[in-house]
C-alpha cells in the first residue's frame, strides 16, 4: 500500500493551466502504475491520466488529449498532471491513484490506492 497526497488544486478562468502533483510514501513507488480520475458533479468517477512505472507507457482520456501531459519523477516519488487550456467541464474533484497492475488502466476499480483529492473549478 502507498500513501498518495495530491497538491495544486485551485480556482482558474477558462483557458487558463494548473499543474496538479501527487507525493506518494510507504512504498516502492517504481512498483506503481501512476494515474489520475476526477470527479465532476453528478457524474461516476472519470478516467484522466495513467502512467507506467518507467514513464513510457501514457494513457490519456479522450477528453483531455492535447490538453494534459501526465508525468513522473521516479528520483522524487512525484506524478505530475499539467492541465492546459481548461474548460468549465473540468470542474472537479481530482484524485491521484496507485496500482502495482491494474488489470484496467481506465478502470477506477483497478486501482487500490487513492488520495483524498483536490478541488479544481474553472470559471467562464
Known amino acids: 500500500q502507498v500513501q498518495l497526497t495530491e497538491s495544486g488544486g485551485g480556482l482558474v478562468q477558462a483557458g487558463e493551466s494548473l499543474r496538479l502533483s501527487c507525493t506518494a510514501s510507504?512504498?516502492?513507488?517504481?512498483?506503481?502504475?501512476m494515474g489520475w480520475f476526477r470527479r465532476i458533479p453528478g457524474k461516476e468517477r472519470e478516467f484522466v491520466a495513467a502512467?507506467?512505472?518507467?514513464?513510457?507507457?501514457?494513457d490519456l482520456s479522450d477528453s483531455v488529449v492535447g490538453r494534459v501531459i501526465i508525468s513522473r519523477d521516479n528520483t522524487k516519488n512525484t506524478v505530475e498532471l499539467q492541465m492546459n487550456d481548461l474548460k468549465p467541464e473540468d470542474t472537479g474533484d481530482y484524485y491521484c491513484?496507485?496500482?502495482?497492475?491494474?488489470?484496467?488502466?481506465?478502470?477506477?476499480?483497478?486501482?487500490?490506492?487513492w488520495g483524498q483529492g483536490t478541488q479544481v473549478t474553472v470559471s467562464t
Open positions: 491513484v496507485a496500482d502495482r497492475n491494474p488489470y484496467n488502466r481506465r478502470y477506477h476499480n483497478a486501482y487500490a490506492d
Open positions: 510507504g512504498g516502492i513507488f517504481t512498483s506503481y502504475v
Open positions: 502512467i507506467s512505472w518507467s514513464g513510457e507507457t501514457i
